[in-house]
């Protein structure tokens, strides 16, 4: 099975910038794309940003220029640079990994518990 563990949530002030990791551990095969989901009280889960195992990155328009995603195949680490966040940013923010746990089988999504982002003055 696969872990995630998030780091880095918290409460910021507007024009700030957080740092969010997501480290995957356990056994499986493979990791491929990796991503940020965000969840605002009332609003249906959304995809912030993702980035595949080569390093394509996709972002949801509103973060474009202000977030940046990246990775570290290595440690199996997924990180959301947050700059310039604004109020509504706020949000519990969600890790996400296809992961193919042994050869052969199908690609599964995990996901990690969430962690909260506040931006407020």
């Known amino acids: 099975q696969v872990q995630l563990v998030e780091s880095g949530g918290g409460l910021v002030q507007p024009g700030g910038s957080l740092r969010l990791s997501c480290a995957a551990s356990?056994?499986?095969?493979?990791?491929?794309?990796m991503g940020w989901y965000r969840q605002a009280p009332g609003k249906q889960r959304e995809l912030v940003a993702d980035?595949?195992?080569?390093?394509?990155?996709n972002y949801e328009d509103s973060v474009k220029g202000r977030f940046a995603i990246s990775r570290d195949n290595d440690k199996n680490t997924v990180y959301l640079q947050m700059n310039s966040l604004k109020p509504e940013d706020t949000a519990v923010y969600y890790c996400?990994?296809?992961?193919?746990?042994?050869?052969?089988?199908?690609?599964?999504?995990?996901w990690g518990q969430g962690t909260q982002v506040t931006v407020s003055s």
């Open positions: 980035i595949t195992f080569s390093g394509a990155t």
């Open positions: 356990g056994s499986f095969f493979m990791i491929y794309t």
């Open positions: 996400i990994t296809n992961v193919r746990l042994r050869a052969g089988m199908i690609i599964s999504n995990y």
